[in-house]
Structures are given as structure tokens and as C-alpha cells.
């Protein structure tokens, strides 16, 4: 029986060759006039699937109460705006006013029915209504 200590049969690798052929291209923001940034090596897409799957598991895991919830919710309302308004497509818009309701549906949870009065719940209603707009002119200009 081998043990976790003994020798291994193959050879360590190099750090090199375990990130492959292509470097890793980090996330990066150019500062840009006004106040903007512009974002460089960002994938959207990836980063919705990866906060589906954490907030699903924290669900699944710890209930609607648990206080990471809220939060990552509201962080995946703003990836699905985002994609909205590169695709042009107001599905998304409509997929973050979800989000955001799913947010606030954990911060009663949390807090019971006095979360309704709170300024955070109060912000996520006009955060819900800003893209309800958004996604109102995004389907006169005609986008899906």
C-alpha cells in the first residue's frame, strides 16, 4: 500500500506546464475619461455560470436567509445588465429585475417583513425600476 509521502512514479511538473500554452490573460479596468472604466479580459458569460452555481449552492445549502444570498444576487443582476446592453437583448434586463426580486425575497428572509421598509430593499426596487425601463426601450428600438 503507498502512501501520500512516497515518491510518485511521475515527475513534478513545472508551474509552466500546468497553465498550459496560452498565459492566463488577468482581468484589468482602463480608466477613462468622465469616470468610466473599460474593462479588458472580463467573460461575462463565465462569470454568470460561476454565480449561478454559488448562489444555487447557498441556497441549497444554507437557505434564503443566509446573509451572502442578497449579496450575490444583486452582484448578478449587474453581470446580466451588463450583458444586456452588450447583446442588446432585453431578456437579460428582464432575468436581472428576477434576480434582484430573488434578492430582496432573501433579505425578508433575513430580516422579516421590516426589510420592505429598509433603504437597501427600497434602493433594489428603483435598481428593478431603472431596468424595467432599460428593458422598455430596449424592446421599442426592437431587441429581443
Do not use: W
Request: charged letters at 30%.
Amino acid at each position: 500500500m503507498k502512501g501520500i509521502f512516497d515518491a510518485s512514479e511521475t515527475a513534478l511538473g513545472r508551474l509552466e506546464d500546468a497553465r498550459g500554452k496560452d498565459p492566463e490573460k488577468l482581468v484589468y479596468y482602463e480608466q477613462r475619461p468622465g469616470g468610466y472604466v473599460m474593462p479588458h479580459n472580463v467573460d461575462n458569460d463565465r462569470c454568470i455560470e460561476f454565480y449561478e452555481e454559488c448562489l444555487e449552492d447557498l441556497v441549497e445549502n444554507f437557505g434564503m436567509a443566509h446573509a451572502g444570498v442578497a449579496m450575490i444576487a444583486q452582484g448578478l443582476a449587474v453581470l446580466y445588465d451588463t450583458k444586456a446592453g452588450l447583446e442588446k437583448k432585453s431578456a437579460y434586463y428582464e432575468r436581472a429585475i428576477e434576480v434582484l426580486g430573488f434578492a430582496q425575497q432573501a433579505m425578508v428572509q433575513q430580516m422579516g417583513p421590516g426589510a420592505m421598509a429598509s433603504p437597501h430593499y427600497l434602493e433594489l426596487e428603483g435598481r428593478k425600476a431603472k431596468l424595467q425601463r432599460k428593458k422598455e426601450g430596449a424592446l421599442q428600438r426592437g431587441s429581443r
